[in-house]
């Protein structure tokens, strides 16, 4: 086990290695700088600037001091565009919003989602199945940026019952068209995922045993369908995770809820490299820090799998 | 290939006409199963009407999309709404452009998308995993590795980071997402690669000599088509809504061309100002082109796909 997580790891850092090499390679081949305007400034001023943020310098050291300055300060250098603002500031500003509703929503996938599968599968072929089969599978195509507005549109604008934007401070008024919106389609991959593994566990051979020992249904359910249900429900958790953290995206430029989104896509009409490949490195992070505690929660829960 | 006396090649030949005649029948067999899911056959109607709408709907459209009607901007609200005395059959958008022609336009972009990208998946991803799991060993565990380490960065991020810095335009989006598409697919076709690449017949082109690179586009590949045709067809409406979801951010294709996210994202902004249609129509044609894919490619998956009977 101990051995199977380092050697996860030491596949983590060299991915990780190579997104902020491919960030900066993409920085360097772009055409322009990010100090090209439209009026260009003069010869000299640029090289002032460019040696300011440590741009005149070979590319080998530039991409080294960047990842020594991340793993060593949590320094992710200035704002290009943000004079007054380190790339961290914004990080640190954005990003405890991110978290809060990307939490919740988070929560809201995996309970709600889960609950229904279960229901749809122990009641299979009922109407309460084609209900929760009928609504995973009309949620799952609705992407997050057509249900943001749909939203707004019954709750705000029609029914009048929640402010249609804005943060507050993470008040729940707030948070619940936010966590709707980017929970929904989740929830519902997780549904029908539930259901079919569920369904597939209640007819192997153990579940039988249990019901012909007499065990009450409620019992054989938690205690032995439960678990190995959740096999690939687990492994979907990966994937929703770096959906919502790009589903944050939409939430934050929908409802001004002011997180890590915004700022991205402010910094991507801005050019602002620097921010960009801040963020950029930093999702990359979460996503194989995530997909790491997945895969080694995995190996926990599953005997079968060889480490 | 050169056959060492008649009778073997006769056999061969033979037992090619049989192996096709059985192949043929796998196919058939595939399309009955496909006719027999009622949701699939009429999504694939429901696409074949969108599609004829996207690439010929143009033809019916009273103007062009970029042409402002002059005489009804600025009281949009009243004048624009949907009407066919004056052939803005889906009304006006905000700067007062026919919303019909620009409803096709978007719809052809957001197909385009789909297809090329899946397009993209099933070359480069089919042959990369075909090649990966005929090498086997120490190419597979490098080329596989390859793929998980692209896979987990936050694609969309770097599709951003790609299109800011290179300039927005439709060419750059076809590139961005054509470079992570195909990874899923490589994944997939070299699972079932490492299937086939044991059957005797496999083992019977390398007995006769058959070069490792002509047994993957031959023996190995044409088996495969199965299981990526259904991928692909899964995968097109995830790329109409990275598509999409870059428009609607505004970082996608850029005026006067639009596509079906750049429509809905206006739509959305403008919905309080009483001009609902801009929302609707785009969202509609959105929708209705998603559910078809979804529905024709889970029926692809139950007639295609041995592993779901």
Redesign the interface.
């Known amino acids: 086990m101990f051995s199977y997580i380092v050697r996860r790891i030491a596949?983590?850092i060299?991915?990780l290695l190579?997104?902020v090499v491919?960030?900066f390679i993409?920085?360097f081949?772009?055409?322009g700088g990010p100090f090209t305007s439209e009026r260009p400034l003069p010869p000299d001023l640029l090289a002032n600037i460019n040696a300011k943020y440590g741009l005149d310098k070979p590319y080998w050291y530039q991409i080294i001091h960047y990842i020594w300055n991340v793993v060593a300060h949590f320094d992710f250098g200035a704002s290009f565009k943000y004079k007054d603002q380190t790339v961290a500031d914004i990080i640190k500003q954005g990003f405890p919003v991110t978290l809060t509703y990307g939490f919740w929503s988070f929560v809201v996938a995996v309970l709600v989602g889960v609950s229904l599968g279960v229901v749809a599968a122990i009641r299979q072929n009922t109407w309460l199945d084609y209900l929760a089969v009928g609504i995973s599978?009309g949620a799952?195509?609705?992407?997050n940026?057509?249900l943001?507005?749909m939203l707004?549109?019954v709750f705000t604008?029609w029914l009048g019952w929640l402010p249609g934007g804005g943060w507050n401070g993470g008040q729940w008024p707030y948070l619940i068209m936010p966590v709707i919106a980017l929970s929904t389609s989740y929830m519902a991959s997780i549904a029908r995922i539930t259901r079919s593994s569920m369904l597939e566990v209640l007819n192997a051979g153990f579940i039988r045993t249990a019901k012909a020992k007499g065990l009450p249904m409620r019992r054989i359910i938690w205690r032995h369908a439960m678990k190995p249900t959740m096999l690939p429900v687990l492994s979907y958790l990966g994937p929703a995770f770096?959906g919502m953290?790009?589903g944050s995206?939409?939430v934050d430029?929908?409802f001004s809820t002011g997180g890590i989104g915004l700022f991205?896509?402010n910094s991507?009409?801005n050019?602002d490299?620097s921010t960009?490949?801040g963020?950029?490195i930093l999702?990359?992070a979460l996503?194989?820090l995530f997909?790491l505690v997945v895969d080694v929660l995995y190996a926990w829960i599953d005997p079968k799998i060889r480490y | 290939m050169v056959f060492p006396d008649k009778a073997t090649a006769d056999g061969l030949i033979e037992a090619a006409a049989l192996s096709e005649a059985k192949g043929r029948s796998l196919w058939s067999d595939a399309v009955g199963r496909f006719r027999q899911n009622k949701a699939a056959v009429f999504a694939l109607y429901v696409l074949i009407a969108i599609t004829l709408f996207a690439f010929l709907g143009q033809f019916l459209a009273a103007y062009s999309n970029e042409e402002i009607d002059w005489s009804r901007l600025g009281n949009i609200a009243q004048t624009g709404a949907p009407s066919f005395s004056n052939g803005h059959y889906f009304g006006l958008d905000d700067l007062g452009r026919d919303l019909y022609a620009r409803t096709v336009q978007g719809t052809r972009i957001s197909i385009l998308v789909g297809l090329v990208g899946s397009l993209i998946a099933v070359v480069v991803g089919t042959l990369y995993g075909a090649i990966a799991g005929y090498a086997g060993h120490r190419t597979d565990n490098v080329m596989m590795r390859i793929v998980d380490i692209l896979m987990s960065i936050p694609f969309m991020f770097v599709l951003i980071l790609l299109l800011v810095m290179f300039g927005r335009s439709i060419g750059m989006l076809f590139v961005g997402i054509g470079l992570i598409s195909w990874l899923d697919m490589a994944r997939i076709a070299r699972g079932q690669t490492l299937t086939i690449k044991n059957k005797e017949f496999v083992e019977a082109a390398v007995a006769t000599g058959v070069r490792p690179f002509t047994i993957i586009l031959r023996h190995i590949v044409p088996n495969l088509l199965g299981i990526v045709v259904v991928y692909a067809t899964l995968l097109i409406p995830g790329l109409i809504i990275t598509e999409s979801f870059i428009s609607f951010l505004g970082l996608g294709v850029q005026e006067p061309s639009t596509s079906l996210g750049a429509l809905i994202s206006k739509g959305a902004s403008q919905m309080q100002y009483g001009v609902i249609w801009q929302l609707l129509f785009p969202l509609f044609f959105f929708l209705a082109t998603l559910f078809a894919f979804f529905f024709v490619g889970d029926g692809l998956r139950d007639a295609l796909d041995p592993k779901d009977r």
Request: glycine share 2%; aromatic share 10%; hydrophobic share 70%.
């Open positions: 596949v983590a060299p991915t190579i997104l491919i960030s993409l920085m081949a772009a055409p599978v799952q195509a609705l992407p940026f057509v943001a507005p707004v549109l604008l770096v953290i790009t995206v939409v430029v929908y991205f896509v991507a009409f050019r490299y960009m490949m963020i950029t999702v990359g996503t194989i997909s």
